[in-house]
């Protein structure tokens, strides 16, 4: 075996973001920091007569600035935001992409639950009001899960090992393992990442049928995790790209370590049983602590999964009581996307760059719209909480059933 | 009267269904070819589709084009054939 393979780890080098509280990294971060909820009634046209109501929406996000025209008319939003999100990724990695670097050194993998149901809606729409002729055909490639990875590696030219995670919710942890893993075997740099766009007419009608569903009309009050009137979680569009290299390597090039993926592991307890997530997530934190080396009490912060549903909600805090044992009642809890909604695969990924910027700045964020707690954790509300945490902990659920579990080290120990 | 279609109207068809701008001047240089533009076969496929959707007639002739010059002819041909 390869001495230096086997000390290979992967580090996050660059991140991107376009969420409802910021596109880009930087306000992304400061309006995470600031607590403020972004959740709102859902104004789009042929969105309105659903009982769904409030929505994190990306607003001020243009298309056109992120995505070549000849892209554009190819793709759906949810890969516009991907192009965008990784993109910055890059710029921010500083990853030298030159001609005569190795094309088979950079690979691509993205997670996607609900694929590009927009576009899909329009053209399904031509095929019932005028026949089969008047689809066009970019309908073949763009609603598919898989259009967001082929369209990044095309536009890099990245021919390295590229794939697509389908796992639920917890897709964007699963895919940014799924590329640490590349990482680890050799390859130089993955873009990894997820988003999605679920806010239009037919997505949010695939959506109804989930009992998990938030239908609260007020927006102060439609999302509440570990609250005592928690009633569900809001949905969301967006999501979170990163850059991962290799540390040692990453280093000497001088690349900024953002973060170290130390650990990980996925679990799968069955849709919408949520006593039963507990066990499920209880083994996925066990076996990602193990990978990454780090006992219950190092945790410094958890990014909680934080469905506002009272069941999961209290078998995600028995689930920390069962892994961290004390520790759990006494470590920061946190759940930004109280204040953005849960972009199904993108709120994964998108926990994971706030986790990847609070071990970086030192800086824990609050949960919005939260005034206490119904369980035993501390979870942070109100302000941002500055401390100086070196391993992060994030959690995510899905609807369907899986469970998975992420640590991040800082990146400026060794 | 016999429509035609010019490389004007290709180069408007080719903005809107392929994403890709290209002077109408471009598109008659002799020998220019699509993948030159950055016209694709799904790209090309699109305007084919419109064209077909505008005329109600079969212009799978133009599907296979590599030039502008061979797609006009091939577009044309058929229009004329139609009228």
Known sequence: ?414 | MTVELTSTDLATLLKQKAGVTVSPLDLDRPGATFEDFGVDSLGLLAVVGELENRHGRSMTSAETSKSSAEFLQAVNLSLKEGS
């Open chain 1, 1 to 414: 075996m390869n001495g230096s393979a086997a000390r290979r780890r992967a580090a996050i080098t660059g991140i991107g973001v376009v969420a409802p509280n910021g596109v880009g990294t930087d306000d992304f971060w400061k309006a995470t920091c600031q607590g403020t909820s972004v959740l709102a009634p859902i104004d789009r046209e042929g969105c309105e007569q659903f009982p769904l109501r409030i929505a994190g929406l990306v607003n001020g996000f243009d298309p056109a600035q992120f995505v070549e025209d000849r892209v554009l008319v190819a793709t759906d939003r949810f890969t516009h935001f991907a192009l965008a999100a990784a993109g910055m990724a890059l710029d921010d990695s500083g990853l030298p992409i030159d001609a005569e670097g190795d094309p088979f050194g950079i690979g691509v993998v993205t997670a996607a639950g609900s694929g590009g149901g927009e576009f899909g809606q329009r053209e399904l729409q031509q095929l019932w009001s005028r026949g089969p002729h008047h689809v066009g055909p970019y309908q073949s490639i763009a609603w598919f899960y898989a259009a967001s990875t082929g369209q990044i590696s095309i536009r890099g030219g990245f021919k390295g090992p590229c794939a697509v995670v389908a796992s639920d919710e917890p897709g964007g942890l699963d895919a940014l393992a799924h590329a640490a893993r590349d990482v680890v075997r050799g390859t130089s740099a993955v873009v990894v990442g997820a988003a999605e766009a679920p806010i239009a007419p037919y997505s949010m009608v695939c959506q109804l049928g989930y009992p998990e569903l938030s239908t609260v009309a007020e927006a102060e009050q439609a999302y509440m995790p570990f609250a005592e009137q928690a009633d569900g979680f809001v949905p969301a569009e967006g999501g979170a790209f990163f850059v991962l290299e290799d540390e040692a390597t990453a280093r000497a090039r001088g690349a900024r370590i953002r973060a170290v993926v130390a650990g990980h592991a996925a679990t799968f307890t069955g849709a919408s049983r949520w006593a039963e997530s507990r066990e499920g997530l209880a083994h996925a934190i066990r076996s990602a602590l193990a990978e990454a080396d780090c006992p219950p009490e190092d945790v410094d912060v958890v990014f909680a999964d934080a469905l506002a549903v009272p069941e999961a909600d209290r078998a995600e805090a028995l689930a920390l009581a069962d892994v961290l044992g004390e520790h759990a009642a006494r470590v920061a809890v946190t759940a930004p996307k109280a204040g953005t909604g849960r972009a199904y695969c993108g709120a994964s990924a998108l926990d994971t760059a706030a986790a990847a910027l609070a071990l970086e700045q030192g800086l824990i964020p609050p949960t919005p719209n939260a005034d206490g707690c119904a369980y035993d954790l501390d979870l942070v509300t109100g302000f941002a909480r500055t401390t100086a945490p070196r391993a992060a902990l994030v959690l995510s659920r899905g609807l369907m059933g899986s469970n998975s579990a992420l640590v991040l080290r800082i990146g400026s120990e060794s």
